[in-house]
């Protein structure tokens, strides 16, 4: 099967996303419904592409293509000492750092994806339900794409 830039992007991030935290479940490109994840399972995270996709045309024939993909992540905040808004905190300042620009890219003022895409960036609003009521917390995360 031929990777286009599309599946390259998506497994680029999924490595990115992969050592951003210490998963007990490894990144999937399969979203799976809260209730068929054990919480012993948790914290889970997942890559949704299910979002938006647009071309920005401008000089030239090649489009500027934006990718939106959505990280998914599920924690179990059921113990009573659990604070689930602060293992979120921790999450998402973990994706911060692994999608910030580093090495080559930090000149460049972009994360590029180990230079497999022009950048990938947190974008939009993320949101946060800690899971105070039931115990089941959960992050989604918007990530753009820029297609090289």
Known sequence: MNTGPRNAAVAALQQVVAQAYAWKSPPSRRLRLFADVPPAHRPAVFLHEGGDESYAWQSGIVPRRTIEVKIFVYIDAKHHRTIGAAQ???????????????????????????????????????VKVPGDLDGDGLLIVPVSIELP
């Open 88 to 126: 979120l905190n921790d999450i998402m300042d973990a994706l911060d750092r692994a999608l910030a620009p580093s090495g080559a890219d930090r000149a460049l003022g972009r994360n590029t994806l180990a230079g497999t895409q022009y950048m990938a960036r947190i974008t939009g609003r993320p």
